[in-house]
């Protein structure tokens, strides 16, 4: 049977086909404003670009803060327990997850057998997210596929201090009139975010292997910024930014 | 109140939609407003004298006065309830108070300068205000400030900072000494304010009714370790109004009789007992509750979560342990006033939490880190990580605040929350 994972982020929306646990198929669409018009439209291509008649379908599992719009979902699950899902299909043995999305931040911890142990998220704050490096990526007018690679040819990174979104837009204005160079300010921002992420996972404890995913993920200059800081080597799977959708398909096989 | 209804027809009809959610048995719902209409009566009573006192204050002293306590904690917890602090918040912040202050207070001086009556927040003007530090550093300053803004006199009552738990008795008598000394200021600053003498006589008939009151409130608290507890969280933090306001000491003890007769018919003398039908997820919460949002209690009561046990609640009604002499009982006072569970040294504050999770039958915990009280979600993760290590039981930190709507998040809270829930059926297969 086919099983389908709909992941429904704030930025981004994910699907992910699988058929006896074997990943078929992802895809990725801005979510947009009008939420269920944007899934209902993803999963009306997905099924027409594989030849899916409903009745091959064993299960959706809906998961993402629109998880509860998806009125055709065998079930619903946090998005906690999909990354979890994901990483133990595409990197079993994992033993933490630092997961990056547009709102949100998160740092699972996993058991010996992938099983959740324990979780934080940011709280009240975009520092730290997906939406943070958005805003800092206009503010340089830089897009955010080339925010990692410049970020590795730094110099050295200058200093955000603030750790809100807004006053730190601020203080990359400021820079930028000061003439730092743009790279700098990229690896400052990746410094801040990994320095939040690193305070956020610190306070529970990093037990490797560790592996990152999320649309921040395929960023190389965070990653690198939170190795160094972590002192630890992190993994990122292919399927990083459509691993909640993995996870929710694997929960759904 | 009328003038309000007229003038704040939303705020009323919203407010009163908020009550409505609460989940009052009719005795209950008479117990809230009568407090809040002896409130509105006392203050126009010219013969009798009003005080403001805070939480954790020894109101038994105004009450051998006569005196009549003014709560503006807990209008602005009736106000949270309704749902209606948004706006005094605001008009205390356009006063100047910070963002990061207690939102009791900026719901008190907000509704209370705008007009507001107790019902909604606001504090029907008393003629002193009384403060301790002793559950809130808060409480020293917001009441003197209150004094100074109404032109009306200020005692405070300095507890010292005594960490429980270690053990060294030496110290905790010399405290007690320090407090018992005030409360000789405190009574000759009442017979100022109230024009009559002390009465040993009259404080000990009041202290008693206070102890009665209190252990029956413990008594039925314990009744919430039965399988299933029967009584959840969203109606303990009304429940436990009459005995932490004690405006009418001889209605709380009749009402509490009356409940404790109930659960005794239903459970038996002893509890616990296991009725077979334990709920699905038992919960412990610490920290205070989170006034505005009784839905999420609803909400997590659809998913078989109930809270059956809260520290918060547990707090209050200090007054268990019977005295007979007025020396032995000022001194047991102060005792209780400064060892309160909230100042145990960590580790013992763990084992305690750890001693109640086994009392109650806990599956999970919740720790609201409040905004509007920082320091009492200090060591918040140490307890998570000690509580998950002994007990093998999700702890989850929730950030919200107890009276300020603008800093709790629906979405953020519910994928938390089921987060944690998921947690707890992993475990439970």
């Not at chain 1, 993803?42 to 998806?70: C, D, H, K, Q, W």
């Not at chain 1, 897009?143 to 603030?162: P, Q």
């Not at chain 2, 126009?44 to 009549?68: H, Q, V």
């Not at chain 2, 300020?404 to 979405?411: G, K, L």
């Amino acid at each position: 049977m086919i099983a389908i994972g709909l992941d429904i982020g704030s930025t981004t929306t994910k699907i992910a086909v699988m058929e006896e646990r074997k990943l078929l198929y992802t895809e990725i669409v801005p979510t947009g404003y009008n939420v269920e018009k944007t899934w209902k439209e993803l999963f009306a291509a997905t099924r027409e670009r594989l030849n899916l008649e409903m009745e091959m379908i064993g299960g959706i599992v809906s998961t993402g803060y629109g998880r509860n719009s998806v009125d055709i979902a065998t079930r619903r699950v946090t998005e906690i327990m999909c990354h979890a899902a994901g990483i133990r299909y595409s990197l079993p043995g994992t033993r933490s997850i630092i997961d990056i999305g547009g709102q949100d931040s998160k740092f699972i911890q996993l058991g010996e057998t992938g099983e959740v142990t324990d979780f934080k998220m940011n709280d009240k704050c975009a520092a730290g997210t997906g939406r943070f490096l958005e805003v800092m990526a206009r503010a340089l007018e830089s897009n955010l596929e080339d925010f990692g690679k410049l970020s590795l040819v730094a110099e050295k990174a200058a200093r955000i201090s603030s750790m809100c979104t807004v006053f730190a837009e601020s203080e990359v204005i400021s820079l930028i009139a000061k003439g730092e160079a743009r790279e700098n300010i990229i690896a400052g921002i990746h410094d801040s975010i990994a320095n939040r992420m690193v305070s956020m996972m610190g306070r529970s404890g990093v037990v490797t292997p560790v592996a990152m995913t999320g649309g921040v993920a395929r960023n190389e200059g965070i990653r690198s910024a939170l190795e160094k800081k972590l002192g630890i080597s992190i993994e990122v799977p292919a399927t990083a930014q459509v691993n909640g959708a993995v996870g929710a398909a694997s929960l759904a096989s | 109140m009328l003038q309000f209804l007229l003038r704040e027809r939303k705020t009323a009809i919203d407010g009163l939609k908020g009550f409505k959610k609460q989940p009052l048995t009719p005795k209950l719902f008479g117990v809230m407003a009568e407090y809040t209409t002896k409130s509105k009566l006392a203050h126009l009573n010219p013969w009798r004298k009003t005080g403001s006192p805070t939480a954790g204050f020894p109101i038994e002293f105004l009450l051998a006065f006569d005196i009549f306590p003014i709560h503006p904690e807990a209008y602005a917890c009736y106000a949270g309830s309704a749902g209606v602090t948004r706006r005094p918040i605001e008009e205390a912040e356009s006063q100047g108070y910070s963002r990061d202050l207690c939102s009791y207070m900026k719901t008190s001086i907000g509704a209370t300068d705008m007009g507001w009556p107790c019902d909604f927040g606001g504090v029907p003007q008393p003629d002193f205000y009384v403060s301790a530090n002793a559950v809130c550093d808060t409480h020293i300053k917001w009441f003197e400030n209150e004094a100074r803004r109404h032109g009306v006199p200020y005692f405070g009552l300095d507890i010292p900072s005594h960490v429980a738990g270690r053990g060294d008795d030496q110290d905790l008598e010399r405290e007690i000494d320090y407090v018992v000394a005030q409360f000789f200021d405190l009574i000759a600053f009442l017979e100022k304010q109230s024009g009559k003498k002390f009465s040993e006589e009259k404080f000990m008939r009041v202290i008693g009714k206070s102890q009665e009151a209190c252990a029956l409130y413990h008594e039925i608290l314990a009744y919430r370790r039965c399988l299933p507890a029967g009584q959840y969280f969203e109606f303990q933090r009304l429940f436990m109004l009459p005995v932490a306001v004690m405006w009418n000491l001889d209605g709380c003890i009749a009402y509490y009789r009356r409940v404790l007769a109930e659960l005794r018919r239903r459970y038996g003398d002893t509890p616990p007992t296991d009725l077979g039908s334990r709920e699905k997820y038992r919960l412990m919460w610490e920290g205070i509750t989170i006034w505005y949002k009784v839905d999420l209690y609803y909400w997590l009561a659809e998913k078989g979560a109930r809270f059956v046990y809260e520290q918060y609640t547990d707090s209050f009604g200090i007054r268990r342990r019977r005295t007979t002499t007025f020396p032995e009982t000022l001194r047991q006072i102060a005792s209780e006033i400064i060892t309160l569970p909230y100042t145990l040294n960590l580790e013992k504050r763990i084992a305690w939490m750890e001693q109640k999770i086994d009392e109650y039958d806990i599956d999970g915990v919740v720790l609201h880190a409040n905004l509007s009280c920082r320091p009492a979600a200090a060591a918040q993760q140490d307890v998570k990580n000690a509580i998950q290590k002994s007990k093998g039981i999700p702890v989850l930190i929730l950030s919200a605040d107890m009276d300020d709507p603008r800093s709790y998040s629906d979405e953020q809270v519910r994928t938390r929350c089921e987060s944690f829930i998921e947690m707890m059926e992993a475990r439970k297969g």
